[in-house]
């Protein structure tokens, strides 16, 4: 079995934290130096943040985590090191004396990287025994969820150690990406800075406040960037003839003042070519039709993840259901109505199994909530907790179809609640059934216990109105 590499993080703040944890999470030994005094406990509740978050975009589990070591001097934390990065504070004397200590120590073979967000790389080698070695590898926060690096080097770099570089962050689930030319504060940032000078003047000149400038933002073009970037989003929006076709559009209005920003290229007819040119080799293989179904469906993914969490667009979902009608009930309450989206399909273009169970589940908590154990209620200190189910799957569902789902109560009793759900697509088709039993649990002593009156009083309400249905096909049923 071959030894596990090890990194060097020359600074335990917020940044050289999460660079910690990224190669701590991907099985590398990590060794820190920071002399403040409080670095252990940030860097632990960096690290504690890390193993709740990274794991959980992942369906594989990742390596086991690489061991810890906070070091006393820096000459103990870069000795055999394959990976030093240096995060210490953005002045270049600073990092001058560091870097200095780091090749004092650090193995020559090692990739010294600094994380720094505006100097250049010729700036960090200056006074270097070996400049060829320090590279700047720039990450964004948290740096052990966003992949992207701007890995930049300078004309005394050696291409060998950008490669490397690349290599390593590659394998550990990042973005590397290297910079053509080295430019103060590298690409991503000069980009950032331009959108944040021209949010100070917004504000500045009583246009907005900042809290409508961020909505602007979560709620708007933040959301397509987060997944086609700038260029891709604006060919997309040049329809069906392109690029060329948006630039010709909406290439004047760089002359008008727009904006505070108005030192702009000439709009000359070689760099509309370039950048329809680039744009071609970028997205031509799609058409647009393929590109607006794929920006869509990324779009669904990233607001139904924000739903998850009310924020943003997400929350913004959320309200507007809470106003939608509910559906008409018929002998039975109806407990789910909606389309089945594309992100519960699988390779068959079938809604995946696992999501039958998901809109049964849904299901249970709209009919608790009928049944007055609402959140209010939970969070008093009561809930029911699923003990047993029992779910079959009798017709295909695919991406697009209406699912309606009704609840018929089978027992409700005391603590007891047995509930059986049926799934029907639009068409009317019985798609599955799914047999759930639940108990009242007492959520201070983790302990069954005797709902509250009027929740027990809405459940035997339900129980005798269903009492003379027939008892549903397939109740009690089991694998046999």
């Known amino acids: 079995m071959s030894a596990r590499c090890k990194a060097a993080v020359i600074g335990g703040g917020v940044i050289g934290g999460g660079w910690a944890a990224r190669f701590l ?124 690096v701007e890995i930049v080097g300078s004309p005394a770099s050696d291409p060998a150690m950008l490669q490397t570089a690349c290599d390593h962050l590659t394998a550990m689930g990042m973005k590397p990406l290297v910079v053509r030319k080295e430019i103060d504060a590298h690409i991503a940032d000069r980009m950032l800075e331009a959108v944040w000078r021209e949010g100070l003047w917004l504000i500045k000149d009583g246009i907005c406040t900042t809290e ?67 744009s071609d080799a970028q997205s031509g293989h799609m058409s647009i039709r393929a590109l607006e179904q794929l920006r869509d469906d990324n779009l669904v993914g990233i607001i139904r993840a924000l739903k998850a969490t009310g924020s943003g667009a997400g929350g913004t979902i959320t309200e507007h259901e809470a106003r939608l009608p509910d559906p008409d009930p018929g002998d039975l309450p109806v407990t789910g109505q909606r389309q089945v989206p594309q992100s519960w399909t699988d390779y068959n273009g079938h809604m995946n199994e696992a999501n039958y169970l998901v809109a049964a589940s849904q299901a249970t908590d709209r009919f608790m909530e009928m049944i007055g154990c609402d959140a209010e209620y939970i ?83 339900f129980a005798a109105d269903h009492a003379g249905m027939a008892r549903p096909t397939g109740a009690g049923r089991a694998i046999t």
């Open 25 to 148: 999470l991907n099985g590398w030994d990590v060794a820190v130096f920071d002399p403040d005094p409080e670095a252990a406990r940030k860097i632990g509740e960096v690290l504690a943040n890390a193993r709740r978050a990274l794991p959980s975009l992942y369906d594989k589990a990742l390596p086991p985590e690489g061991v810890l070591t906070l070091c006393a001097t820096l000459a103990e934390a870069v000795a055999g090191a394959d990976w030093v990065q240096e995060s210490v504070p953005e002045r270049l004397d600073i990092k001058h004396k560091t870097f200095a200590q780091i090749q004092d120590h650090a193995p020559e073979a090692a990739v010294i990287a600094s994380s720094t967000s505006g100097f250049k790389p010729s700036q960090l080698q200056e006074g270097a025994a070996r400049p060829a070695q320090i590279i700047v590898a720039h990450p964004f926060n948290p740096v052990y969820l966003l992949p992207l």
């Open 212 to 278: 409508e400038l961020d909505d602007c933002i979560r709620y708007g073009f933040g959301l397509r960037w987060a997944q086609m970037g700038l260029f891709e989003t604006y060919r997309v929006a040049g329809g069906e003839a392109g690029m060329k076709h948006f630039m010709a559009q909406f290439g004047p209005a760089l002359k008008w003042p727009w904006t505070k920003l108005m030192d702009v290229p000439e709009f000359t007819d070689e760099l509309v070519d370039l950048i329809a040119g680039q």
């Open 379 to 461: 969070a008093a200190g009561g809930s029911y907790f699923t003990v047993e189910t029992h779910l079959r799957y009798l017709d295909e569902v695919v991406q697009g179809d209406s699912l309606r789902i009704t609840t018929q109560v089978l027992r409700g009793e005391g603590k007891k609640l047995h509930l059986f759900h049926r799934l029907f697509r639009g068409d009317g088709t019985l798609s599955a059934t799914v047999e759930t039993f639940l108990l009242h649990v007492d959520l201070t002593t983790r302990k069954a216990s005797t709902p509250a009156p009027g929740v027990v009083q809405a459940v035997q309400a």
